[in-house]
């Protein structure tokens, strides 16, 4: 079993529209969990992070955390072309970062 | 400007042939580390540093290198152990073991074996 499991997609969502991008992991240690950006070629961005459960928010980002159902997600709200990328999940796990194998988004204008 | 550095951008290698890739940060991080990623798939830890002189394997270093003499340079060797090393390289840091630390990524080195 995969320690990070996303969905690979594409996830195809039309312009405007809330894309929602789920992340389960599978050891109950985790402690932190962050989402990257990887446009095609490029390096990956932190987009957020989140070690609480519940929300938490920046402009149209929302990072959404459940510990006790070892899933975190992702809600990019007003979703725009520039948007289209491969969004990576990663943990911290005892000290060490996991990263899934990312779920690819096209944003349709 | 503060960043992390990754030469060179592209590289081709020869079978056989022993490589070195460079990566050095100005962001006075503690912790570095290296990831290979093949199309479609996600990070694989390679090694990590914590402090100088000193370094782990992560999960896939067979047939690589590194050292750690300096705290801003972390080098990669991929050797001609490595059986399959065309792939994406990339190097990040991060400034300490805390629970909300982040890594930061350089702009990585596309290796082909030709």
């Known amino acids: 079993q995969k320690e990070v499991e996303q969905n690979s997609g594409p996830l195809s969502v039309p312009e405007g529209a809330i894309a929602s991008l789920n992340c389960t992991y599978s050891d109950r240690g985790s402690q932190s969990f962050f989402w990257y950006r990887q446009y095609s070629g490029k390096s990956p961005e932190l987009i957020m992070f989140?070690?609480?459960?519940g929300d938490k928010e920046d402009g149209r980002f929302t990072a959404q955390l459940n510990k006790a159902s070892q899933y975190v997600s992702l809600l990019i709200r007003d979703s725009q072309p520039s948007d289209s990328a491969t969004y990576l999940c990663a943990v911290m796990t005892f000290n060490k970062f996991y990263f899934g194998s990312g779920t690819k988004l096209n944003v349709k204008p | 400007d503060g960043g992390i550095t990754q030469s060179p951008k592209y590289l081709f290698r020869k079978e056989g042939q022993n490589v070195t890739l460079s990566c050095e940060q100005n962001?006075?991080?503690?912790?570095m580390y290296w990831y290979r990623q093949d199309p479609g798939q996600g990070l694989r830890l390679i090694y990590y540093?914590?402090?100088?002189?000193?370094?782990q394997k992560g999960d896939i270093a067979e047939g690589y290198s590194v050292s750690r003499e300096k705290k801003e340079s972390f080098p990669l060797t991929v050797t001609s152990a490595q059986k399959n090393p065309t792939a994406f390289y990339l190097c990040?840091?991060?400034?300490?073991?805390?629970?909300?630390?982040?890594?930061?990524f350089g702009p990585g080195t596309r290796l082909t074996v030709l």
């Open positions: 962001l006075n991080h503690d912790a």
């Open positions: 989140i070690y609480s459960n």
């Open positions: 990040a840091s991060s400034k300490d073991r805390v629970i909300e630390d982040e890594q930061f």
């Open positions: 540093s914590q402090i100088v002189n000193d370094f």
